[in-house]
């Protein structure tokens, strides 16, 4: 029987050891890593790949979201269950446009996150109580962002802050590209894509490049590419 490889993400040490002995207990799950800060979690996750890794939103240095974006950036496998102590339907959709596999809340009882993990592990995506396949969970996301959007439409033409380069930059970040990447593509600096990421991040009023994608896809600026974003 082939295990399942697990990397634990959580800044609270009491919490992180008790999802690790609640999984320890089941014979198919192994835990490979355990990180209490954001870029040690990252790199871990790098440099083991386990199949999943269990991350807390809310971690000092990286949140969860930029850990999942990085992973999914540079297209490793592991696939990501974020966990937070506050579960809303913002955190959900940002956690999905992100990359996770699942979002669940830390209240979830033991036996239920052993069976979202043997799902994720399943190629399944878990968003709070629901189940879906890969066709189901894109739907699911085009849906909520659909909502979103209405709720920040406006009528006219479409505005937004950005200058062309900078939409260019925006899209390829939808997209899952690392600044490297963006780069190549362009045929700009490295340090001239950082440089436009800093200017959309302050014009949107945001913190990270999760959250800038959340606002430019709400308000229908972006959409999200499946064939790229879903890629095995």
Not at 105 to 121: C, M, Y
Not at 167 to 190: C, D, P, Q, R, Y
Request: glycine residues 6%; negative net charge; hydrophobic residues 40%.
């Amino acid at each position: 029987m082939e295990q399942i490889t697990l990397v634990i993400v959580d800044d609270h040490p009491l919490f992180r050891q008790g999802v690790a002995d609640a999984l320890s207990v089941e014979p198919r799950l192994k835990i490979v890593g355990q990180a209490a800060h954001g870029e040690r979690g990252l790199e871990m996750i790098m440099a083991l790949r386990p199949n999943l890794a269990v991350v807390d939103v809310n971690l000092p240095g990286m949140n969860g979201q930029q850990i999942t974006h990085e992973i999914a950036s540079e297209r490793i496998p592991t696939r990501i269950i974020l966990m937070t102590a506050y579960d809303d339907g913002e955190q959900k959709l940002h956690a999905a446009i992100a990359g996770a596999a699942a979002f669940c809340s830390k209240d979830i009882q033991p036996e239920e996150l052993v069976n979202l993990i043997f799902h994720v592990a399943d190629g399944k995506y878990v968003m709070g109580d629901q189940v879906m396949n890969q066709p189901e969970f894109e739907s699911w996301l085009n849906r909520q962002l659909d909502s979103a959007r209405r709720s920040y439409s406006e009528p006219g033409s479409p505005f937004h802050p950005l200058s062309d380069r900078e939409m260019e930059v925006l899209a390829l970040v939808v997209e899952g590209n690392s600044n490297k990447e963006i780069a190549s593509i362009l045929g700009i600096s490295h340090q001239t894509v950082k440089n436009h990421i800093t200017s959309i991040l302050r014009k949107f009023g945001v913190e990270d490049r999760t959250q800038a994608v959340v606002y430019a896809l709400k308000r229908g600026w972006v959409k999200l590419n499946y064939e790229t974003r879903f890629q095995e």
